[in-house]
């Protein structure tokens, strides 16, 4: 796990810890000191955390502008024992709305595990950007994973997508493909 860094193609565009309105501003990162670990495996450096004890994250791009944000996760996804919705609404969802983001993409294809509770944060997000034409769409997240965030119901709230090719693409166009499926799917 500690060779899976988060995606860097577009660090070019943007680098949430030089992003004064990012909850990670101001952020120094190495890359030879390890001390971020989901149980006891050690992650790469470049992960963020965000108060969860499972699951890290990397903020890979936001717009303000066009309103939205891409953010890849890595770890386990617990919201069972950790309420790692909870936490990911509190300490970064719920501040990025704040700046006028309402489109949310999450990338979880490095999520190992996903262990449900109650549907309500999956609720209270939908209904709170849903409002303002936001949406919420999942990619990638592997199949064991899959299975149990449908059997959950989540995906009355957040939108599980295949979209294998994002990292060919830059972020606007990851943006319009998904903003245009789903739009559609929402009218």
Known sequence: MQDIEPYYNWRHLYAAEDDERSP???RTYSEF????????????PQWDEFGSRTLYMKILFVDYELQYAIIELIGEWNDAIENDIMTLR????????????????????????????????YEEW???????GGWVALLGLPPASQYDFKKSR???????????????????????????????LLD
Do not use: C
């Not at 149980?39 to 790469?44: E, G, S, V």
């Open 33 to 44: 000191e390890f001390s971020l670990t989901v149980y006891n495996y050690y992650i790469h």
């Open 126 to 132: 939908r209904e709170q950007i849903v409002e303002e």
């Open 154 to 184: 989540l995906t009355n709230y957040i939108n599980l997508i295949e979209f294998p090719q994002w990292r060919t693409l830059k972020p606007e166009m990851v943006f319009q493909q998904l903003d245009n499926q789903l739009l559609r």
């Open 90 to 121: 509190r300490e970064i969802t719920d501040k990025l709305y704040k700046l006028g983001i309402v489109k949310f993409i999450l990338i979880a294809e490095n999520v190992l595990n996903f262990h449900s509770s109650d549907a309500d944060y």
């Open 24 to 26: 990670f501003f101001g």
